[in-house]
């Protein structure tokens, strides 16, 4: 299962193999990564990248393996590249490659934790990560991206900041921090100026960064800032021109401009690159457009495509219900009216819980709660997520356990669903001893 939060982190394939590693959880005061106890060429490239320079950093790697490639720690230097550009498997290759020539076992599973806690494993070395911070033995920046990635998922937003601000004095060069600030400033609903000033922080540094100008483009479109923010996709379309989101809120944008011919056209393209599972978002948007112009047989006809594939998008289903009121369709109207209501209702729910995790990410209960509206919401891949996260904390959480239960039997594996209800059982019985 792949780690799948606000900021879709991850690192690549290599998340399975990494589940053979062994780790040493041991004293890191063995090692002292510090500038200058690794080797000169080594150093140079992490500066590099961290700086922004990453072809010279790339450059100076291949030159390294080709001027010594018995050197253990060109491979290891190579490896570390490879993580930086989440090409896992690479990276465990290379890693490999490093070991057999005799790499220090301890600079491996150094690399090796950075890597764990980029995949959805990561809380199982998140304590040692923070203590090789805090003592100046871990291999920077990648320590403090990874601990920082982890807060965010987990909602320790208070947490993360510092955390992006250390990243940020350790690799000024990389846009990914500023992106990620960015985008939990948008999460809170904050003013939209430190939103653009992160995003644009993020182009100075790299202009062909696709996260940070298609956050900056969504941003200004959500402010109503048309103009601009069709220029930023403009230039989106120069660099991908293939990716569906980008024309999905290209499409988006041409509506609120009020140009709906080229909006259908925009729409018609992101349809025809966009995945099986993500094709309802393209339907819900042109049918909004089409019920906005008055077209309203065209606009049930996408908006019927789209609630087909998303039952529990509440807004969809008010759109859906108003569009077949105005076409005098009321028995099909009506539940689909109440149905948009009672999933507002859910929504408002789960707006709440998260408030609660940002101010009180331990509170398990709020977790298990979120874990158990995904699963009854059809959003199964979070769910899990979401109940895996509260059990690390909770290991005998019953109500997580319980609501574990009744998702395995759902899908038909009635072991796992037995395990799960025997653990909420085994807590209960606990907390009210027979005799």
Known sequence: MSRVGWLGIGLGGATVLLGSLVLFAGSTSWLTLRRGSLSWDHQAIVDQWAGGDREEARRRVRAWLERTPDDPLAWFASARLAVWEDRGQT???????????????????????????????????????????????????????ALARLAIADFRLKQAQPLLDRWIRLAPGDPTPWVWRADILRRADAELDPILEAYTRALELDPACQKARLGLAEALLNAHRNDEAEAQFQTLLEQAADRFEIWLSFGRNAVEAGRFEEAATRFERALSLAPEGRRGEVHAEWGRMEARRGQLEAAREQLQSAWETSPYDADLAGSLGRVLRALGREAEARPLLERAELLRRDQRRLDELRARLVSHPEDVDASSEVARWMFDHGRDAEGLIWAERTLERAPDHAATHRC????????????????????????????????
């Open 91 to 145: 990276a465990l290759d290379h890693l490999a490659r490093a070991e057999e020539r005799g790499l220090d076992r301890r600079l491996g599973e150094s690399l090796k934790r950075i890597m764990l806690a980029r995949s959805d494993r990561g809380r199982e070395v998140e304590a040692m990560l923070a203590t090789q911070v805090a003592d100046g033995t871990a291999l920077e920046p990648d320590a403090t991206a």
């Open 404 to 435: 574990l239960a009744t998702y395995y039997d759902r899908i038909g594996q009635p072991g796992l669903a037995n395990h799960h209800r025997e653990r909420a059982a085994l807590k209960i019985n606990q907390a009210h001893p027979k005799g």
